[in-house]
């Protein structure tokens, strides 16, 4: 079947670092995508790894290999703000199409 | 530069009703995507429009289906309604030149509930 599992919940506190996994199992693969989303609203793109490697985005920081079908984002100097559900997507094809995994709920605590 | 747009933000119906959801994409882009969002869950692919016609699909019954317009705006309707459609809905837009590579962007969605 075609799966994509990260955990359920995080919590850490603020100027923490924290590795949000995902692992994934699909039938097509094109590239890892991160998103956040704050209570209900508007998913926002973070990051896109097609490639092996560590991609690096002020804060926040997304590593794939494709050979482990697994990838993590990193969130590094936590602030209040960063408190959302973040998501792993793969594109399964050349069209764009993501296939999203269920979600981790992160908390940051002060 | 305006990004995506739905209408409306909030719908209640009941069962059995019918229901038409809208959405602008991002300026420039020219693919909408449907996403359904549960509570709780991640989003999950109902349906791709680009040049008017629905380029692929996910596994949602053909109680859904929708439409691109000339200016790639692009509407969902859903048929005859369950509870179980209560969620939220998004619409994300992208460039089809770009490939799967394009950022997707959502826009603020849709939430539905149905009674």
């Known amino acids: 079947g075609q799966s994509l599992e990260q955990p359920s919940e995080v919590t850490a506190v603020e100027g923490a670092i924290v590795q949000i996994n995902c692992t994934y199992q699909?039938?097509?693969?094109?590239?890892l995508s991160w998103y956040q989303q704050h209570d209900g609203g508007a998913p926002t793109f973070l990051s896109y790894n097609a490639l092996d490697g560590l991609e690096e985005t002020g804060r926040f920081s997304s590593f794939l290999s494709r050979s482990d079908s697994y990838g993590y984002l990193l969130l590094q100097e936590l602030q209040m703000k960063d408190s959302a559900s973040y998501f792993c997507?793969?594109?399964?094809?050349?069209?764009?199409?993501?296939?999203f995994g269920a979600g981790t709920q992160v908390v940051v605590t002060p | 530069d305006a990004g995506v747009t739905q209408s409306p933000t909030h719908l209640i119906k009941t069962r059995g009703q019918q229901v038409t959801l809208r959405c602008s994409p991002k300026s420039g882009h020219d693919t909408v995507s449907w996403y359904q969002q549960a509570l709780g869950q991640g989003p999950q692919f109902i349906f791709q429009y680009y040049e008017e016609e629905e380029r692929q699909r996910g596994n949602f019954p053909d109680r859904f289906s929708g439409h691109q317009f000339p200016n790639y705006s692009s509407e969902l309707n859903v048929n005859a309604l369950l509870l179980g459609d209560s969620a939220l809905y998004l619409c994300?837009?992208?460039?089809?030149?770009?490939?799967?590579?394009?950022?997707?962007?959502f826009g603020p969605g849709t939430r539905l509930t149905v009674l």
């Open positions: 699909t039938s097509g693969f094109y590239g």
């Open positions: 997507a793969v594109s399964a094809d050349s069209w764009g199409k993501l296939q």
């Open positions: 994300a837009s992208s460039l089809a030149s770009s490939g799967s590579s394009d950022t997707q962007y």
